[in-house]
């Protein structure tokens, strides 16, 4: 039996925690639910430190990712927490230029 690979990783550190997706593609909706389990999973352990997601491998996603990092910016906030999107590819980056995500998220 093959052991499924999370679709993240995580690293956690004394004042942030460091999340790198995995997937170039995430596309399907049992994606991004399983992307969601393992975020909150992650928020839980971060307590009120920042939270980096780092884009790094990802070049493509759907408009129900964006709703999803919505959701999590604004579950990070409630903990007291901060959100920090990097390393996103030009075309991801145009994309929060065009949902105007760019005035709700810190992208560096």
Not at 57 to 69: H, I
Request: hydrophobic fraction near 40%; aromatic fraction near 6%; glycine fraction near 4%.
């Amino acid at each position: 039996m093959d052991q499924k690979q999370s679709p993240i990783k995580a690293e956690y550190g004394i004042d942030m925690t460091f999340v790198t997706f995995e997937d170039e593609q995430i596309l399907e909706e049992a994606q991004i639910r399983e992307l969601h389990k393992s975020l909150e999973s992650v928020i839980e352990k971060n307590q009120e430190n920042q939270l980096v997601l780092n884009f790094a491998n990802v070049r493509f996603m759907t408009s129900a990712m964006l709703g999803l990092l919505v959701r999590i910016h604004k579950r990070v906030g409630e903990r007291g927490g901060k959100l920090e999107l990097r390393n996103l590819d030009k075309n991801l980056h145009k994309l929060f230029e065009i949902t105007q995500l760019t005035k709700i998220f810190n992208i560096s």
